[in-house]
């Protein structure tokens, strides 16, 4: 009898620490995680500290992280939440995948956020919250949390730009070209210098000079604009680029892997990159230009200037809870502990992009993120390259596949933008 007692005590107790007092019966000894390896590391390792100790201590209740590379994720996540029943508790969603087919399979969170809101919500990015909205619930309701996200600024060697005596990178894209004709040069050790490279195997890079234009590829609302006046002039840009040298000729070739080698070899002036990414074009373990890379903005239009925005892409990661889930109280409040400012900020330190505005402003991370201020920005302004749809991946090839026609010279960058928009037209949900 002692022994009963004491257990129904102590189950009381665990059940009092959630939002939702679980019965004692439901409470597992762990929650199921699937994930990128990155998502765990930034949670549970670092200077920053494991977020999630505390969490554990506080229910009792361990955490099994099932890392798995970018489509294994989805593709795990997406079947077990397509069971009947499933042992998977929190996912993690990239925002291309935040398709209407795919929303419909976690659990509306507005019910659980209403009972026990996340602290500060409104301080997260809402570009990355909007996007992750289930909208054929009243009201669009809310279907995951943002936890992570990779901006993109450029990239800049300062000893190149001091030895061609350029003051600084180009601020607006009318700037561009001229910039890149004084640094595109062969140094004084021989070394060919190049003066921008960038991913030609993605489609970001055509959506940030659209929109700095004034443009886009495709809207948020669905519409094609591929081919209109600022995609045309983003297209003849990067032809220009690439036909006077001032690009990689093997560019199209280029992995990730690649362009951080040329950059840290001194072969390219500038390049568009996730800012943490700084961190490995000054490490003196690999780069022959430690110490000598600064990060800016990228080009940005006249109008967007004058408001004091910047144009900053991001891919961004989301948590959500699977409707077939066993215990979404506690993935909830799992979901509530990761994303408290205190712990976003020591996630940041552990190598996380922040999704709180907020976090840029701790001492902690300014001392450890020179460009803490940039990124802050960039993320206040930041946008998706191209919201989501069931058949984006299809849509990033024909883009990939329309804007190296046109920057190699096989067909114009017109007859390109046509095309690219006729393709796309159909893939669209209406």
């Known amino acids: 009898m002692l022994l009963v007692r004491r257990r129904a005590v102590l189950a009381g107790s665990v059940a009092a620490t959630l939002p939702f007092a679980a019965q004692a019966q439901d409470k597992p000894s762990k929650l199921t995680i699937v994930s990128h390896r990155v998502h765990q590391l930034t949670a549970t390792e670092g200077p920053g500290g494991d977020v999630s100790a505390a969490w554990q201590a506080r229910t009792g209740v361990g955490l099994e992280w099932v890392t798995l590379d970018l489509n294994a994720i989805h593709d795990r996540l997406f079947r077990e939440a397509s069971l009947s029943r499933t042992q998977v508790d929190i996912g993690f969603i990239l925002n291309t995948r935040a398709v209407p087919e795919v929303l419909r399979l ?15 919500f409104d301080d997260m990015q809402q570009n990355f919250v909007d996007a992750f909205r289930d909208h054929s619930q009243a009201g669009g309701g809310h279907v995951a949390i943002p936890y ?3 901006a993109t600024g450029m990239h800049y060697n ?54 700095a234009y004034g443009g886009d590829l495709i809207t948020d609302d669905y519409k094609i604009v591929a081919d209109q006046p600022p995609a045309v002039k983003a297209l003849t840009l990067l032809r220009t680029l690439y036909a006077e040298g001032h690009l990689p000729k093997n560019i199209t070739a280029m992995s990730q892997n690649d362009l951080i ?21 000054n490490d003196p373990k690999s780069s022959k230009y430690a110490g000598k890379f600064k990060t800016t903005f990228l080009p940005n239009s006249p109008e967007l200037q004058a408001k004091g925005g910047v144009i900053c892409t991001a891919e961004f990661w989301s948590m959500a809870i699977p409707r077939n889930s066993q215990h979404k109280d506690l993935a909830w409040d799992l979901i509530r502990e990761l994303s408290l400012p ?26 450890k993120l020179p460009y803490a201020a940039q990124e802050a920005k960039g993320l206040k ?6 919201p989501a749809f ?5 849509a990033k090839d024909i883009i990939v596949e329309e804007t190296q026609a046109a920057m190699l010279g096989m067909q114009k960058p017109e007859e390109s933008a046509n095309n690219m928009a006729k393709r796309l037209r159909p893939l669209l949900p209406t």
């Open 148 to 150: 992570r996200h990779a």
């Open 106 to 120: 976690f659990e509306p969170l507005d019910p659980f956020m209403a009972k026990a809101p996340i602290e500060n």
């Open 342 to 367: 205190k712990n976003t900020i020591a996630e940041a330190i552990n190598g996380n992009g922040p999704v709180r505005v907020s976090a840029y402003a701790d001492a902690r991370l300014q001392e």
């Open 158 to 211: 300062a000893q190149i730009f001091e030895e061609r005596g350029v003051a600084e990178p180009p601020a607006l894209i009318d700037d561009l070209l001229p910039v890149a004709r004084k640094l595109t040069h062969t140094g004084a050790n021989g070394t060919p210098v190049v003066a921008l490279g960038f991913e030609a195997d993605n489609y970001t890079m055509l959506s940030e000079i659209a929109r």
């Open 381 to 386: 302004w930041a946008r998706v390259p191209m």
């Open 390 to 394: 069931a058949a984006s991946a299809q």
């Open 261 to 281: 080698g040329a950059m840290q070899a001194g072969q390219l002036a500038l390049l568009p990159f996730p800012w943490g990414r700084t961190v490995q074009f």
